[in-house]
């Protein structure tokens, strides 16, 4: 089923576009690596059904020399062996963070996370995980479509 976008939301709101595209460069700034901040942001888009951003992050990470195998198995990354303790850390969080309110992140979730990451860094991921969640929730709900072909330099 073929389906439009209800808004034209980017032309609609520049001002809070622009901020929103700000915010996003800030966290790919982030000491925990752009290739860690784009995991998160493909599995956190994942789960949040937004196929907008899902195509978008997995072709950052192809750039960047992503293995294709490991990348279709970050929605099975507890079974797949191609993530590193850090980056099993990061996608742990990430997936206790998105899943709030309905489920709020344990104290081993958070101990987890503490085995290797500093408090400026989980800030960092935290940081990440709110700003994709925003562009997800932007996106799917407005049904915002995955592109043919995709925006130069996206």
């Not at 808004?7 to 460069?25: E, N, R, T, V, Y």
Request: with cysteine; proline share 6%; charged share 20%.
């Amino acid at each position: 089923m073929t389906q439009t976008a209800r808004l034209p939301f980017f032309q609609l709101a520049p001002a809070k576009l622009q901020a929103m595209i700000a915010l996003s460069g800030a966290v790919k700034k982030s000491s925990i690596g752009v290739r860690l901040v784009e995991l998160i942001n493909l599995r956190v888009s994942q789960i949040n059904g937004c196929g907008v951003c899902v195509d978008m992050h997995w072709r950052d990470l192809i750039k960047q020399g992503a293995e294709p195998r490991h990348l279709n198995a970050v929605s099975g990354w507890r079974e797949a062996p191609f993530f590193s303790a850090l980056e099993r850390a990061a996608l742990n969080w990430a997936e206790a963070v998105n899943a709030l309110p309905h489920k709020h992140p344990t104290d081993d979730d958070f101990a987890q996370l503490k085995e290797h990451f500093t408090d400026t860094e989980i800030a960092e991921i935290s940081y990440t995980i709110a700003t994709i969640r925003g562009w997800n929730v932007i996106n799917a709900s407005l049904l915002n479509q995955i592109p043919e072909v995709p925006a130069p330099g996206f």
